[in-house]
């Protein structure tokens, strides 16, 4: 069973940083492609940076490019997103995705309509102005 466990959420002044982790267990690590998306109140969900682990592609959505970083860990079995430059409309809470089947940028583009993805539940980034 794929689990997903988020980590490193909380609030922050705008301007500040915060690096989110995604601990993963229960499937082949290396085999799936991780992302993280987010939503925000009364937004849709957006899928904002993912990572292929196996081919190490990578996708930004154009709101954080520039801004986030995401990484992966094999060892550990983790994904990381460094969230640097905050801004107020970066307030959302951030979920974790896992999925076999797609590549990077293809996760982050139709990951918010994909059905089959395995989701975390989420941590909380609240940016202060």
């Known amino acids: 069973e794929v689990q997903l466990v988020e980590s490193g959420g909380g609030l922050v002044q705008a301007g500040g940083s915060l690096r989110l982790s995604c601990a993963a267990s229960g499937f082949t690590f290396s085999d799936y492609t991780i992302g993280w998306f987010r939503q925000a109140p009364g937004k849709e969900r957006e899928g904002i940076s993912c990572i292929g682990i196996s081919d190490g592609s990578i996708y930004y959505a154009d709101s954080v490019k520039g801004r986030f970083t995401i990484s992966s860990d094999n060892a550990k079995n983790t994904v990381y997103l460094q969230m640097n430059s905050l801004k107020p409309e970066d307030t959302a809470v951030y979920y974790c995705?896992?999925?076999?089947?797609?590549?990077?940028?293809?996760?982050?583009?139709?990951?918010?309509?994909?059905?089959?993805?395995?989701w975390g539940k989420g941590t909380l980034v609240t940016v202060s102005s």
């Open positions: 995705v896992a999925d076999r089947a797609l590549n990077a940028h293809a996760m982050g583009v139709m990951g918010p309509y994909y059905e089959m993805l395995s």
